[in-house]
T-cell receptor
Framework: AQTVTQSQPEMSVQEAETVTLSCTYDTSENNYYLFWYKQPPSRQMILVIR??????QNATENRFSVNFQKAAKSFSLKISDSQLGDTAMYFC?????????????FGTGTRLTIIP | DAGITQSPRYKITETGRQVTLMCHQTWSHSYMFWYRQDLGHGLRLIYY???????DKGEVPDGYVVSRSKTENFPLTLESATRSQTSVYFC?????????????FGAGSRLTVL
């Protein structure tokens, strides 16, 4: 079974600064996807970024980027030029790359607060 | 409306009562999921379905029943609610054939069992 660990329950950062959220995972699989989801106070789960394990290049989406270290089983999220709207719970998640098996395994989340 | 909708958004019930949470998606996605969210646990998979009439247990299925007679609907039933089932419940859907491997979530249903 896969496990996902987020060791930072809460973080806070000043607006416009850069913040990095940590995520490690444990799996014996070689092919998989990793995700970061954002959950603002509205409670909606919003996909932030996705990384395919077979790709060496780190995924980026505007101000969001990841540092994917496959050997270390680490998948951190960097938010640059943080904005007040980034305040949310962030969940790291794992999915096996296996057609017909799209279950997500989530970490426990990191609550991020952006301070004005 | 297009998308994935959950109802009710909020529900208060009493121990021992039966409760059904509804989930409806308009994309004809083959996969549907039910997760529960609890503080300190993140989201945990309750049940999932690969297609109509095909369902399977997730990590925490005890006390829950699901059905999927139509592709677009995936109701979750608590046959005899317990206080430990107080939680926020999320429905999600995905389509493997799209190649995107992305789950899209509903807005969640907050259930309180007194």
């Amino acid at each position: 079974a896969q496990t996902v660990t987020q060791s930072q329950p809460e973080m806070s950062v000043q607006e416009a600064e850069t913040v990095t959220l940590s995520c490690t995972y444990d799996t014996s699989e070689n092919n998989y996807y990793l995700f970061w989801y954002k959950q603002p106070p509205s409670r909606q789960m919003i996909l932030v970024i996705r990384q395919e394990a077979y790709k060496q290049q780190n995924a980026t989406e505007n101000r969001f980027s990841v540092n994917f270290q496959k050997a270390a089983k680490s998948f951190s999220l960097k938010i640059s030029d943080s904005q007040l709207g980034d305040t949310a719970m962030y969940f790291c998640a794992f999915m096996r790359l296996n057609f017909g098996n799209e279950k997500l395994t989530f970490g426990t989340g990191t609550r991020l607060t952006i301070i004005p | 409306d297009a998308g994935i909708t959950q109802s009710p958004r909020y529900k208060i019930t009493e121990t021992g009562r039966q409760v059904t949470l509804m989930c409806h998606q308009t994309w004809s996605h083959s996969y549907m999921f039910w997760y529960r969210q609890d503080l300190g646990h993140g989201l945990r998979l309750i049940y999932y379905s690969a297609a109509a009439d095909i369902t399977d247990k997730g990590e925490v299925p005890d006390g829950y029943v699901v059905s999927r007679s139509k592709t677009e609907n995936f109701p979750l039933t608590l046959e005899s609610a317990t206080r430990s089932q107080t939680s926020v419940y999320f429905c999600a859907s995905s389509e493997p054939m799209s190649g995107a491997n992305v789950l899209t979530f509903g807005a969640g249903s907050r259930l309180t069992v007194l």
